[in-house]
């Protein structure tokens, strides 16, 4: 999989990723809404096995997405928050801490759209995750659920993913209006440090 606007950084080499998946010279893009993240054990060495970060690009996700799909959310809004499955994140990762009354008022619901153009390139991309996203503006529960599941299935499909396996001084650049990510699990006698800078975003529309 490609990621539109990306920038791997590693020790060795600096490439981009240009907006049609072909690898070209060194550059940066700071004016994405992104996080950009440093690796390191401490020690020297990073487990080769464990802690990767997977991203999913969401362009190919909504440029594959078959028709029935495409009508069915042409013009939807969803239902996003933060709290849709905190609590089981939470006994999976005992370390996320409980969130105190005033935080959660923080973290309200919010409406997007569940396609969503990219400002800068024009390009559409899917617009729904399976961690935050709760629900079809306008559907009722059942038809939601069930055309959520679909969306949340197709996003994913592992065509769509590139996986990072981190090194020492790695960085990665990426673009959220264009790729979902997740990191994947590290043991507990291993461990995964990494340092984020957030680019505050534009509004989905």
Known sequence: MTLDGAL???ADT???IDTHGVLTGSGANGTLESAFSVASNGVGTVA???GDTLFANQHLAWDTLPVHLRDAVEGRAAEHTYLAKYAELQQRSPWRPNLSAEQIAQVKPVTHPIVRTHPETGRRALFVSEHFTTRVIGLPEDESRALL???FAHSTRPEFIYRH???????VFWDNRSVMHLAAGTPDDQRRKLYRTTIEGDAPF
Do not use: G, N, V
């Open 149 to 151: 599941a679909e969306l």
């Open 8 to 10: 791997l950084a590693t």
């Open 14 to 16: 600096l490439k981009r």
């Open 48 to 50: 080769l096995r464990y």
């Open 165 to 171: 396996q981190w090194r020492e001084s790695d960085m």
